[in-house]
């Protein structure tokens, strides 16, 4: 199994930023990539961000492009969420989660970390 662990989350207001942070422990071997999601009041959860362990290459929701930028410590097994010019529609609970191949689905997720952005 994998366990992801998320900080970082917080209050911050429109146009400030955050650093959030999901450290992997357990058979980290096995994980082919990292992933965020976030899920807003009365909304589904929807992507935000993925990352290879090997490679680095990277993939954003258009919502977040030029916003956000993920990136990785493959020596220290954590992914981070790097959150600029935060809008108060990116208010939601932020979930890290990792994968064993691609096409693969996420099966190891994070207990999730809240991220309001006020107006």
């Known amino acids: 199994q994998v366990q992801l662990v998320e900080s970082g989350g917080g209050l911050v207001q429109a146009g400030g930023s955050l650093r959030l942070s999901c450290a992997a422990s357990?058979?980290?071997?096995?994980?082919?990539?990292m992933g965020w999601f976030r899920q807003a009041p009365g909304k589904e959860r929807e992507f935000v961000a993925a990352?290879?362990?090997?490679?680095?290459?990277?993939g954003y929701a258009d919502s977040v492009k030029g916003r956000f930028t993920i990136s990785r410590d493959n020596a220290k097994n954590t992914v981070y969420l790097q959150m600029n010019s935060l809008k108060p529609e990116d208010t939601a609970v932020y979930y890290c989660?990792?994968?064993?191949?691609?096409?693969?689905?996420?099966?190891?997720w994070g207990q999730g970390t809240q991220v309001t952005v006020s107006s």
């Open positions: 989660a990792t994968r064993a191949a691609p096409g693969y689905e996420y099966d190891y």
């Open positions: 357990g058979r980290t071997f096995s994980s082919y990539a």
């Open positions: 990352i290879r362990w090997s490679g680095g290459s990277t």
